[in-house]
């Protein structure tokens, strides 16, 4: 079963307004997350390192005023697109760590901006 | 500067046939490497891994093998099913990055009947 899950799955909204996105660890604790966007037809870029109890880590490039991340708790961290765009329009994915090097991934969010 | 590349964007492989799907690295810090299977509006689905201090690694149908003098690593399906068709990315990490991952740009993989 999932054991990252991502809320919600698909949201339209206009431009201007701003959009949150959460991403939960099921069954398990996760002091860092990290987040991803994805253009069609295009590889996952890295946004940032959401770290719990500390400020995130953003890639060379992320606007940290714009994408803003919250790690509130060991189980959730969540993203907020602000003042969103239609070029923030893409597909976003949250993952986070689960013993070993590799990750588990959410189901991604597909946000459209009109 | 694309860390990590697959140069072959699509691939169409007959089924029963070996898939071989494959990934190029520039930095050599890499040290474990990854291959994620991703289907359209859906997050990416582990695969199978292998570290740095080995050259190969066996799954089932799924094997990973790691050149790390050329930089080069390959994933091979066999025998490839309908239900493998999907994009599959490879991504690499080294020591001190908390799992940070840096991905390929994705093969587009087709199984035909």
């Known amino acids: 079963g999932a054991v990252v899950s991502q809320h919600p799955s698909r949201v339209i909204c206009k431009s201007g307004t701003s959009v949150k996105i959460e991403c939960r660890s099921l069954?398990?604790?996760?002091?860092?997350m990290f987040w991803y966007r994805q253009f069609p037809k295009q590889s996952l870029m890295l946004m940032a390192t959401?770290?719990?109890?500390?400020?995130?880590?953003?890639e060379q490039g992320v606007e940290k005023d714009k994408f803003l991340i919250n790690h509130a708790s060991l189980t959730l961290s969540t993203l907020t697109v602000t003042s969103a765009h239609p070029e923030d329009s893409s597909f976003y994915i949250c993952?986070?760590?689960?013993?070993?090097?590799?990750?588990?991934f959410g189901p991604g969010t597909r946000l459209t901006v009109l | 500067d694309q860390q990590v590349k697959q140069n072959s964007p699509s691939l169409s492989v007959q089924e029963g046939r070996i898939s071989i799907l494959n990934c190029d690295y520039t930095?050599?810090?890499?040290?474990?490497f990854l291959w994620y299977k991703k289907y359209p509006a859906e997050g990416p689905t582990f695969l199978i891994s292998?570290?740095?201090?080995?050259d190969k690694n066996e799954d089932g149908r799924f094997t990973v093998f790691l050149n790390k003098s050329a930089k080069h690593l390959s994933l091979h399906i066999v025998p490839s099913q309908p239900g493998d068709s999907a994009v599959y990315f490879c991504?690499?990490?080294?020591?001190?990055?908390?799992?940070?991952?840096?991905f390929g740009t994705g093969t587009r993989l087709q199984v035909t009947l």
């Open positions: 959401s770290n719990e109890g500390s400020k995130a880590t953003y």
């Open positions: 991504a690499a990490t080294y020591s001190g990055t908390a799992s940070k991952l840096t």
């Open positions: 930095n050599s810090m890499f040290d474990y």
């Open positions: 993952s986070a760590p689960k013993g070993g090097r590799g990750q588990f």
């Open positions: 292998i570290s740095s201090i080995k």
């Open positions: 069954d398990f604790q996760a002091t860092t």
